[in-house]
Structure formats: C-alpha cells, structure tokens
C-alpha cells in the first residue's frame, strides 16, 4: 500500500536532524547515484529521498535517508 505524508520541520530539533541529514556524506551519494533531490520538508510522495530517524548499531539516535 502506497501513503503520502507531510513533513512538518518548523521545530528547531527537527530541522536540525534534517540539516544532519543533507550535510552528509551518504546525501551527496544519494543524489549522485539517483539525481532527485531530498524531500526536506512538505508533502512527501512514495519514491521520494526522505530523512529517516532511527537507532545506530550503537543505539544512538542517527538520521538516515531513505528511498
């Protein structure tokens, strides 16, 4: 099943987590090997690139992307 959602980052504890998200490495790597941008905010669709906040090996809260 196929769902849209709406990334809201107006708190300052998101958007951070978001800008950690597209200053990394594996985001220029992302949009490289794709060519679409990262959905950072908005409407977001199935296909898009999004941020993804979940546990490290570690279990330290790391923000990821996602396809």
Not at 13 to 22: D, F, G, I, T
Not at 51 to 65: D, Q, Y
Request: aromatic letters at 8%.
């Amino acid at each position: 099943m196929f769902t849209r959602y709406f990334i809201d980052n107006s708190s300052a504890k998101l958007s951070q987590l978001v800008r950690e998200a597209m200053a990394s490495p594996i985001a220029s790597r992302f949009y490289q090997k794709i060519s679409r941008p990262i959905v950072e905010s908005g409407e977001v669709r199935p296909a898009d690139i999004v941020p993804v906040i979940a546990p490290s090996r570690s279990g330290k809260k790391t923000v990821f992307l996602s396809l």
